[in-house]
């Protein structure tokens, strides 16, 4: 398949971080045509998709599900999960990554990429219309994109639903936001925000890597009601 849905160097990184699947339950969430899907395999892990509607590509282990509500598996089921810039799709980002949460066991790993609205192009497009880049002018018919998502809440929403940090990471660093970096960065100390690293400010897309800690999470909670449950 070639139909690519996510910004170049995006799941060449995401593989990375992935590592070694063999032996592991991988949710691929949302899994879109499933192109990616299948790169996931390559890992030698056991890959679940779970999207919104089926695909013409779609394998024996996709379940039709939407990311604004329940997750339809188990607690603690999954080893690994990837979601490829699909979270600014979602109403209740923080309900989201409660969800992964849940169904991830202790230990397992969350790969989670989104628009990084915190380069320079997007404080430019903001200071000049007051709009994020990726999230402008039909951006809701064109990309479906309706919660831009700053690193600031990401890191509250993960570490809310018990996941820690462990790497942070860009699809790729453009080169005239390379160029502006430094000028925002000088102007940017005056705020003495932490926002301000060279990286944050050039890259594209930004990929999280989270670990699930073993806390108490303040989101759904084991003991929800799950509307229907599929065994892996």
Request: hydrophobic residues 40%; proline residues 4%; contains cysteine.
């Amino acid at each position: 398949m070639t139909n690519r849905l996510a910004a170049q160097g995006v799941w060449e990184k995401v593989l990375e971080l992935i590592g070694d699947g063999t032996g592991h339950k991988i949710l691929d969430a949302p899994a879109g045509a499933g192109s990616f899907a299948d790169k996931l395999r390559s890992t030698g892990g056991n890959v679940y998709e779970l999207d919104i509607s089926l695909s013409d590509y779609s394998s024996n282990n996709r379940v039709v599900g939407d990311l604004n509500d329940f997750l339809p598996y188990k607690n603690e089921v999954f080893d690994k999960i990837v979601s490829v810039e699909g979270i600014e799709h979602t109403e209740n980002p923080k309900a989201v990554i409660g969800e992964f949460s849940r169904v991830i066991k202790t230990g397992g790993v969350l790969i989670l990429t989104t628009p990084n609205i915190l380069n320079v192009r997007s404080r430019i497009k903001f200071l000049l219309t007051g709009c994020l880049f990726w999230f402008g002018n039909n951006a809701i018919e064109k990309y479906g994109h309706i919660t831009p998502l700053s690193l600031y809440h990401l890191e509250y929403f993960c570490h809310k639903n018990g996941f820690k940090i462990v790497g942070l990471f860009f699809n790729r660093k453009r080169f005239w936001m390379r160029l502006l970096a430094p000028c925002l960065k000088v102007f940017g100390s005056v705020f003495r925000e932490r926002f301000n690293r060279k990286d944050i400010l050039a890259g594209e897309i930004l990929i999280l890597k989270l670990v699930k800690e073993p806390l108490p999470v303040s989101g759904r909670q084991k003991n929800s009601p799950i509307p229907q449950v599929f065994n892996l």
